[in-house]
């Protein structure tokens, strides 16, 4: 049995080889439709995973109040699209006065700029760093963890402490590779003593989060002072199942601060990370549609391709065809040799079209940042998709063989 199937594939391969160039043009044509599919699938779950990842750090039992929702509204018409006002110190203030859910804890962040320059003796870096004012709960609200050293403390805080943590990317940029622990760095002239290092979190979307240095809050506000800072308020409660009660009593206290009546709209946005994964999730199953759609209808040429070449071949191979029947040859070894041949290039195209799927998705998470994994689903989807065409598009040139009279195909000329 083993011996007639590899005898199979050795005449498929025989009969390929003189019928190189159709071949190799059948074999492009499904390596394209596999290609999209396993390219494009690899691409978005990349995306999935990286912009997953940096969502659920934050925790699922976390949530931010910020000056708008996840989702943007739509202009509708000649409606203009709401315009909510920034969320302001005296809002995060009077918030953290009011807000007084059992078992949680409050933290409250802003940016002070993306392009700051920071100093360590003769060294400094170039105008990309990002500085973030923050009060000693930031880090584990956002799922943060300090790699070297430590957090800051509530008197770090209340005590408006010229101290920092910084980002991983300074140990080689700044300090090379020294211990930076206790070292003073200088931020728009303003010194501070580095109390701890980061974990390294990698870059998303060309936004490098390795490159940031955090400062106690009120000495961020004395740094930075441009009107109109709008201000992040984080939610971490102990438990999840109070994460519903205290999401409410927030958008209760948020709003008695906005002064809202009981008929007026939000003019604020709650986040949840799990909500934010959810979009996401959606946004790219819309994604991985489009993949099989577009995917389906080039390996559908490719099918037609596939069956058009097998019944020019059937059409060439005429003669040979009864001689092998005139020998002995059963109608089954015939039609089993022309399914064997478009089996074997359905999967040269599947094989194609993987690699250059997978080579596809990892060039766009290498230049994006993303984090890359094997699409194991997609490709073997793709080896599943190509036999199914092969035998479909086979079925009737196989057919077709293996019903010539053997006189009349010794007669072919």
């Not at 779950?45 to 969502?55: P, V, Y």
């Not at 709008?230 to 009593?249: H, P």
Request: proline content about 2%; charged content about 20%.
């Amino acid at each position: 049995m083993f011996s007639l199937f590899r005898e199979n594939v050795r005449i498929a391969l025989d009969s390929i080889k003189s019928q190189l160039l159709r071949t190799i043009l059948t074999i492009v044509i499904i390596g394209i439709g596999i290609w999209a599919l396993v390219g494009i699938l690899s691409s978005v779950k990349a995306l999935e995973n990286t912009i997953s990842t940096n969502f659920a750090s934050m925790g699922s039992n976390t949530f931010n109040i910020q000056r708008y929702e996840f989702s943007t509204q739509r202009q509708q018409g000649s409606e203009k699209q709401k315009v909510n006002p920034i969320i302001s110190y005296d809002n995060i203030r009077e918030f953290e006065e009011r807000f007084e859910f059992p078992f949680s804890q409050t933290s409250i962040s802003f940016v002070g700029t993306t392009t700051a320059e920071v100093k360590f003796e003769n060294e400094k870096t170039d105008p990309e760093v990002q500085v973030y004012g923050v009060n000693e709960h930031y880090l584990d609200n956002t799922g943060t963890e300090v790699d070297k050293g430590r957090n800051f403390t509530f008197f770090d805080i209340q005590n408006n402490n010229k101290v920092c943590i910084i980002g991983a990317d300074f140990l080689k940029s700044l300090f090379k590779d020294d211990n930076p622990l206790n070292k003073t760095i200088s931020v728009r002239g303003v010194k501070f003593k580095v109390i701890g290092v980061l974990e390294s979190k990698g870059s998303t979307f060309g936004n490098n989060q390795d490159l940031k240095v955090l400062i106690p809050i009120q000495v961020a506000r004395g740094i930075y002072t441009q009107p109109n800072i709008n201000y992040t308020i984080s939610v971490k409660v102990d438990d999840k199942e109070m994460m519903q009660g205290a999401q409410d009593e927030a958008i209760i206290t948020f709003r008695n601060i906005r002064r809202l009546s009981p008929v007026e709209e939000n003019n604020f946005g709650i986040e949840r990370s799990d909500d934010l994964i959810n979009r996401i999730g959606e946004i790219t199953g819309v994604l991985e549609m489009a993949a099989w759609i577009i995917s389906i209808i080039t390996i559908l040429g490719s099918s037609i391709a596939l069956m058009n070449i097998m019944l020019v071949s059937v059409t060439e191979r005429t003669r040979e065809i009864g001689v092998r029947k005139a020998l002995g040859a059963k109608r089954s070894t015939i039609s089993t040799q022309f399914f064997m041949e478009t089996i074997v290039i359905g999967q040269f195209g599947s094989i194609l079209g993987i690699v250059l799927g997978v080579l596809t998705g990892f060039g766009i998470s290498q230049i994006f940042d993303f984090d890359f994994s094997l699409p194991w689903t997609a490709m073997i989807w793709a080896t599943i998709i190509t036999f199914i065409v092969a035998v479909i598009a086979g079925s009737y040139p196989a057919s077709k063989a293996a019903k010539l009279d053997p006189i009349e195909s010794l007669r072919y000329e």
